[in-house]
């Protein structure tokens, strides 16, 4: 018997996401169909019993990185390694769905950087080997502080290494439970202004300029899921071109009765 998580956030408006970020979804109740129903054609007075009309939903503006998404390596360059990077309608299905991993990162300060070691430490301590295609989910917590203000701007963050390491065990997707993959986005911008370095910002997403891999941002649920012992899939929408795109992430857990 199987047990479902659900690992993606509701697709909703909020006010206190950042402005660029902000969903906005129309909804038009079920009368509003009746005329167009009329026009094309059929007459109220044979309109089936009970029968009003159906509901419909616009969404009118949503970022592909506005929600729950699955990263794709066009997102960080237009090519890896010289080669054109793919799109998220690029990215092969077989990468989408494979054995979870969670890597307890939630003792991790705000803005301190999570290291190749600090994977490693976690992975010895739960007696757990990485192996090819399995999904590696980051846990640091900060999803409580999903829908609030300070989202964007509290986290810890994955390191170039971190990344590079996940990489060169096989993993090719891998996800996060914060705002973004990186420390956030404002405080690289201060500290690579105060040491003049430019290779601080955007560390972890720039691996993918040499290194084909994918990411999702903003999960959720992750203290609910075990270390191993658990399926996910991860299916983004088809969007042809696109960068990234909204994805229903689900953990699967089977249980014995």
């Not at 660029?20 to 979804?25: H, P």
């Not at 969404?59 to 090519?79: C, E, K, N, R």
């Not at 969670?102 to 490693?120: E, G, L, N």
């Not at 690579?192 to 955007?202: E, I, P, T, V």
Request: charged share 20%; aromatic share 8%.
């Amino acid at each position: 018997m199987s047990r479902l998580i659900d690992l993606s956030k509701p697709i909703r408006y909020n006010a206190q996401d950042p402005w660029f970020m902000r969903v906005k979804i129309k909804h038009k109740p079920h009368q509003k169909a009746r005329w167009l129903i009329r026009l094309l054609g059929l007459p109220f007075n044979l309109f089936p019993p009970r029968f009003i009309g159906w509901a419909d939903d616009t969404i009118q503006s949503m970022g592909v990185h506005a929600t729950t998404h699955l990263d794709a390596p066009w997102h960080y360059a237009p090519d890896v390694a010289g080669q054109p990077a793919k799109t998220i309608d690029q990215i092969p299905l077989d990468w989408c769905y494979g054995d979870g991993v969670v890597v307890d990162m939630s003792h991790k300060a705000d803005f301190d950087p999570i290291t190749a070691a600090d994977v490693q430490q976690a992975l010895q301590q739960t007696n757990v080997s990485l192996q090819p295609g399995m999904i590696v989910l980051i846990r640091t917590g900060r999803s409580r502080f999903n829908g609030q203000k300070n989202f964007a701007e509290v986290g810890t963050g994955m390191s170039a290494e971190a990344t590079l390491w996940l990489i060169g065990q096989g993993i090719r997707v891998m996800g996060i439970d914060q705002w973004g993959w990186d420390l956030p986005l404002r405080h690289m911008i201060k500290q690579a202004k105060l040491r003049g370095d430019q290779h601080l910002f955007w560390e972890g997403h720039l691996v993918g300029q040499e290194h084909e891999y994918c990411h999702m941002e903003q999960l959720v649920n992750l203290e609910a899921l075990p270390t191993t012992g658990f399926k996910v899939c991860v299916f983004p929408l088809k969007i042809v071109g696109a960068s990234a795109a909204p994805a229903r992430v689900v953990a699967i857990l089977n249980e014995h009765e």
